[in-house]
């Protein structure tokens, strides 16, 4: 499947995101889909993540109650709503397709990525 993420910018702290991540081909519902994010100088990591018929979620702990993860698989898409941003949210954020039924949080477990959208959070 190939990933294409949109929807980032600059926003103040505070402030409110939603990114979009549109999958091409038929198969969307059969991938579990994640939101990665990398910030200068560190390592790629997990933000959240979502079952294939979208009724299961997980989030890392650093989002938990301010992101909310959902997908839509008429529209091949999934979405990261992004609230009460904060400056340490400032990352490239990707998307990412897993192929199974288990969620997982490794960046090493996920078939295909996104490009990559840019967030940045001022204060």
């Known amino acids: 499947v190939q990933l294409q993420a949109c929807g980032g910018g600059l926003v103040q702290a505070g402030g409110s995101l939603r990114l979009s991540c549109a999958a091409s081909?038929?198969?969307?519902?059969?991938?579990?889909m994640g939101w990665f994010r990398q910030a200068p100088g560190k390592e790629r990591e997990f933000v959240a993540t979502?079952?294939?018929?979208?009724?299961?979620?997980y989030y890392a702990d650093s989002v938990k109650g301010r992101f909310t993860i959902s997908r839509d698989n008429a529209k091949n898409t999934v979405y990261l709503q992004m609230n009460s941003l904060k400056p340490e949210d400032t990352a490239v954020y990707y998307c990412?397709?897993?192929?199974?039924?288990?969620?997982?949080?490794?960046?090493?477990?996920?078939?295909?990525w996104g490009q990559g959208t840019q967030v940045t959070v001022s204060s």
């Open positions: 081909g038929r198969t969307f519902s059969s991938y579990i």
């Open positions: 979502i079952g294939r018929n979208g009724g299961t979620t």
């Open positions: 990412a397709a897993r192929i199974g039924v288990i969620f997982s949080t490794n960046v090493r477990s996920y078939d295909s």
